[in-house]
C-alpha cells in the first residue's frame, strides 16, 4: 500500500473511533442540557436565520468595514451571566481570520468558536462543537477555510513532494492529505481547491463522528455547512 493510501486509511480508523466515542457521549445528552439550563434561554434563531445573519454580516464586512463597531462594556455586562450563541465556526488559527470580524463585526456572546490550524476536527474540537450545539442551543456550525492556508499549503506540497515537518505538524496536517490527493490535477488554484474540498469533507463528516451533532441534524435543529474566506476580497463563499 503506498504512503498516501496508508495516510489516508490511519484517518478513516481514527475518524471512525472518534465516531463511536461520540454515539456513546450520546447518552449523556439528556443530563448535559438541563445542567446547564440556569444559564440562560439558547438563541431563538433557525439554522437557516443564523446563516442568513452571518452571510449578511460578512456582506457588511466586504462592503462597508467602517461601520463595524462594538461597544464592547455594554456587550460584556449583556453577557456575564450566561452565553447563547446563534453560529458555531470552527476556523483556522491564521490571524488573518478572526471569524467576529469578517462575519460583520460580531461581539461578545454571538460566536462560538473553535481555531485550529486547517480548520480540522480532533476529540478537542469535536467536543467544543458538541457543547456549543447540544448544550448552548447554537443552531449553526460553519466549518470556515480559507484562500492560501498554510496548513494546506503543507499538505499539498506532501502530496506534490513528500515532504515532511517538523515535531507535532506533519501529525496535525495529516487529515489534510486526503483532500489534497483529491484536488491533485484540477484546474484552479491546487491549495484553495484543496482548502474547499477538506473543509467540505470535515463538514459532511461531523454528523458520522458525533451522535449528538446528527440527532440534532435530524431534528431539523442543527445545520452544518462548509465555507472558505477569501484573503483578497474578503468574501465568505458557501459550497454546497
Known amino acids: 500500500m503506498c504512503e498516501a493510501c496508508d495516510v489516508k486509511s490511519a484517518r478513516r480508523r481514527s475518524f471512525l473511533r472518534l465516531g463511536a466515542g461520540a454515539l456513546a457521549a450520546a447518552a449523556l445528552a439528556g443530563s448535559l442540557r438541563p445542567a446547564y439550563a440556569a444559564e440562560g434561554a439558547p438563541t431563538s434563531l433557525s439554522p437557516d436565520e ?74 478537542a474540537t469535536l467536543g467544543t462543537v458538541e457543547y456549543g450545539s447540544a448544550v448552548l442551543g447554537s443552531p449553526l456550525i460553519v466549518v470556515l ?54 473543509a467540505t469533507r470535515t463538514a459532511e463528516r461531523l454528523p458520522a463522528a458525533s451522535g449528538l451533532i446528527s440527532a440534532l441534524v435530524s431534528a431539523g435543529k442543527l445545520k452544518i455547512v462548509a465555507a472558505i474566506y477569501d484573503l483578497q476580497s474578503g468574501v465568505v463563499t458557501y459550497m454546497g
Open 50 to 123: 443564523a446563516l442568513a445573519r452571518l452571510k449578511a454580516g460578512n456582506e457588511r464586512y466586504v462592503s462597508h468595514p467602517e461601520l463595524c463597531s462594538i461597544d464592547l462594556a455594554a456587550q460584556r455586562e449583556h453577557v456575564a451571566g450566561h452565553q447563547a450563541p446563534w453560529a458555531t465556526v470552527i476556523s483556522c488559527a491564521d490571524s488573518r481570520v478572526p471569524p467576529e470580524l469578517i462575519f460583520g463585526g460580531q461581539g461578545l456572546g454571538e460566536l462560538f468558536v473553535a481555531r485550529n490550524a486547517g480548520n480540522l476536527v480532533d476529540t
Open 145 to 198: 477555510a480559507h484562500t492560501s492556508c498554510g496548513a494546506v499549503k503543507a499538505a499539498c506540497e506532501v502530496v506534490l513532494n513528500n515532504a515532511t515537518y517538523p515535531g507535532a505538524i506533519g501529525t496535525m496536517i495529516e487529515p489534510i492529505v486526503p483532500a489534497a490527493l483529491a484536488a491533485r490535477g484540477e484546474e484552479g488554484d491546487y491549495v484553495d481547491n484543496t482548502a474547499r474540498k477538506s
